[in-house]
């Protein structure tokens, strides 16, 4: 009680401080030519204040604490504490003071780390920042208070959705909102830049290391997601165009752009404006996707719980950003035809325009598929659903472009059209990912030609990265990294998608059924308790031809609050194909649905996220060594 | 001046975004399709629950001016809870009350309705659920209030309850 | 003997594509019930639901495939009974001619701008 109590009291202290530091940052914007240290110090005291008031919800959820509303509805004495724990921010009260840590951490640890920039700028930058910060606190004491009353004090928790209870799900929010609020950063910080007038070089050099970090959380939390429905939800799938996944997507997508563009603007001063819209875009999108998640307006597996009210503060919120944005840009950004008329663009603009205009495509194609089903609802009260097959469609067949561009672009000299020197290793390498992708199809006995022309892109893709490692410049090792990991993703979702397999069959204890080259037996099943749920286990064996036996154990949870029933797979995974076996009851019957599939290359797949994120990581340590 | 146009333009299309958020917020999440009104009832054959015998439809939606189909079963909690307002219905002599017992098992829903009572004149099984998707319904207890022409006029989808019934009642009167 | 051969060979070929056929038709039901949502789900479809209401679609799938309709005829079926929410692929209809043509508009856009952005340049 006590610890709900101070975190009440210090959110209230917290905003407190968040209020104060914007007169006294006005007052320094024109005084001195230092950064006033009391901003630093109340910066510091916002960050504290929150972290305090962060520090007792965990409090108050490892102690079961039913006192507290939130708690109350999200957890329960029985949960394991690692859960107790991870379910602070597994709801949307304690998440959203989550954001409002991260945000107030990012802020103060931007102030520390910007020494070498403008003073106006860095406080500017402070001032957005703030905007959104105050947002936040008040959207958090108004319509999402984690620190509610509950009289009288139940003696039992509500529990903590079972399918939530996974690693996996406890550290995917806090990377995933380090992403989104690293995008937060840039987006103040190109704000006032455009005030100040320093969108330059010597801007998109220091702007680069946060949207580098943005973009290594936004790619490993949205890859932790996957990661955890693969596991935990629906069959072996791991992408479902969900809304809410779409929703993390759109903001990587436009911090992919963006930070291919800080390439170029920290080279030469070109892209200036279409560099702030991206930065605008970019946490604009987030903002958007917290709306669309946590006002209840789509209908997705993942939404949290649903209120309008949080809604409309959201909306309006949002709204008020993209207005002060829209107005600050049209006012400040500076006329870049008038500035540089002699200039000519490089081979490299050219190639990363080109990147920018496919990744806006795949944007517009996400964002699309997202909200139009809302405007339509709005305006013509047709409701309709838009899945997987809208996506696959109008993405896949714009990606083998993407990936032939990818391929061939960053050697070629687009200024000097005419001399266009296609290398003959080019085209062997071309040869080759085709006659690959040909034996390829035939072995899966698909005749598909987006399939055939999907491989060979990749195929081709990942050719041409390998050859550049062993090229004689030792420059972009991490963008080398990055693309190689780019090809070997498409790739291995690709031939995974091609080669999976499953059977879906009925068994009792006892019986076997032979699938392909296997037989899955079901030897057995087994109860067990434990703290919080009893499970049944399925003792399955699967032989292959060679007579080797893979042994999987799948569970049927009973979870005793609240009261639900789970299916947890379990998956044998090795580096060329995982085996995934789920069972369910089948009502008033003796027998179990028992579904099996061999998925390979899975774990190629999140190996190869890595791979891109390591690209990423690289890059940062590449600048130390530039300084 | 055309960077100011520009900004209007902007500026209103996302006013108009902002606008439509606003009313899909209120819409109801929840969907119900243009609940079949004057669609008529899907023709299905089914078995009897008492004999096991094969019925067909036109024997059992036949000499009355209402029909009113029920879908329930006895593993069914809301169903336990409407029940009674099923019992009330059965009064009505001016209509027929069939019943389509859901992948129930015939020992559980003989007792469900020896406990609680049999307001059905005729019950009907689904075993595996296929009927109630020709029907259109999403699960149960659902219940249909069809016209002597077999037309649908009314669909219910959850359990029945005092202000429903009321609704029923006026319809068939 | 060639006689007996033929035979042979007509009832291979029988078993093999009533084989493959069924293979093809778990596959088909498979691959409609990814793109038929669950109503009473949350955002899932059909084939990764374990809801009543997604197994006893999945059941009706199987049927109607038994009695050979095709893909499409099955969508139009679950259509008319539930409406278009039901199916996950939107169809290209005046409601959706926005949908489909948009992104596209926007990629012709986008190039354009690109294409006047380097005349300038060029210039």
Known sequence: MLASQIGYYSLIIG?????????????????????????????????????????????SFVNSDFSNETVYSNSHTTKPLFYKISGTWGNHEGSLLLWLMILTLFIFLFLIKTKNQPKKYRILTLLFQQTIIIGFFLF?????????????????????????????????PPILYLGYVGSSIIFSGSLAGLVHGYISREWAKHIKAWILASWIFLTIGIMLGSIWAYYELGWGGFWFWDPVENISLMPWLCLTALLHCILVLEKKESLVSWTVILSIATFTLSMCGTFLVRSGI?????????????GIFILTFLFILVIMSLVIFFLFSKDENKKNKKTYFLSKEISILINNWFIMYFLSVVLIGTVYPIFLEVLTDEKISIGPPFFNKLIIPFLIIFLIFMSIGPNLHWVKFKALKIKLEFFILFIISILISFLILKSAGSKNLVNSLLISTSFYLLFITIKDFFAKDFFNYSQKLSHFGFSLLVLSILLNSIFSSEVITNLRVGENIVFKNE????????KKDNINYKSIIGNFRIEDNKKNSTYLKPELRVYNQ????????????????DKFLVMNLVKGNDYFNVRYQVKPFMIWIWLSVLIMSTGGILSFYKRKYEK | MKNKTLLILILLFFAFCFVVFLKGLKTSNIYIPETTLNKDLAVFASKDFFTGDQISFDEIFVNSEFYILNIWASWCLPCKKEHKFLMQLSKNKSIKLIGLNYKDKRKNAQKFIGKLGNPYS???????????????????????????NRKIIKKIIGPLNKKLLKEVSLIIR | MKLFNFFLSVIFIFIFTIANSSEKQSEL???ISKNIRCLICQGQSVYDSQS????????????????????????????????????????????????????????????????????????
């Open chain 1, 140 to 172: 958090v004491l108004t319509t999402s208070n984690p620190f509610n009353y509950l009289l009288p004090i139940p003696n039992e928790g509500l529990g903590l959705n079972p399918i939530l209870q996974d690693p996996a799900l406890a550290i995917h």
């Open chain 3, 29 to 31: 039901k498979n691959k």
């Open chain 3, 52 to 123: 009543d209401f997604a197994v006893s679609v999945q059941l009706m799938i199987e049927q109607k495939l038994e009695e050979g309709l095709n893909e499409d005829e099955i969508y139009e079926f679950l259509k008319d009974l539930y409406g278009q929410w039901i199916v996950y692929d939107p169809e290209f209809n005046k409601n959706t001619l926005i949908l489909w043509i948009l992104p596209i508009l926007l990629f012709l856009t986008g190039g354009a701008i690109i294409i006047r952005k380097l005349k300038i340049k060029k210039l």
């Open chain 2, 122 to 148: 005729a019950i009907f099984t689904d075993e595996d659920g296929t009927i109630s998707i020709k029907l259109g319904a999403y699960g149960i207890p659902e219940t249909y209030v069809i016209d002597k």
């Open chain 1, 15 to 59: 905003l407190f401080f968040s209020i104060l530091i914007i007169p006294i940052s006005i007052i320094n914007l024109n005084n001195t030519k230092i950064i006033d240290i009391k901003i630093f110090h109340i910066s510091f005291l916002q960050l504290l204040f929150v972290f305090i008031s962060f520090g007792g919800l965990v409090i």
């Open chain 1, 562 to 577: 609240p009261v639900t029933i789970t299916s947890e797979a379990d998956i044998k995974t090795s580096l060329f194909s």
């Open chain 1, 519 to 526: 037989i899955i037996y079901f030897d057995s099943t087994e």
């Open chain 1, 298 to 310: 789509l209908n997705s597996i993942h939404t949290f719980a649903n209120d309008p009210s949080r």
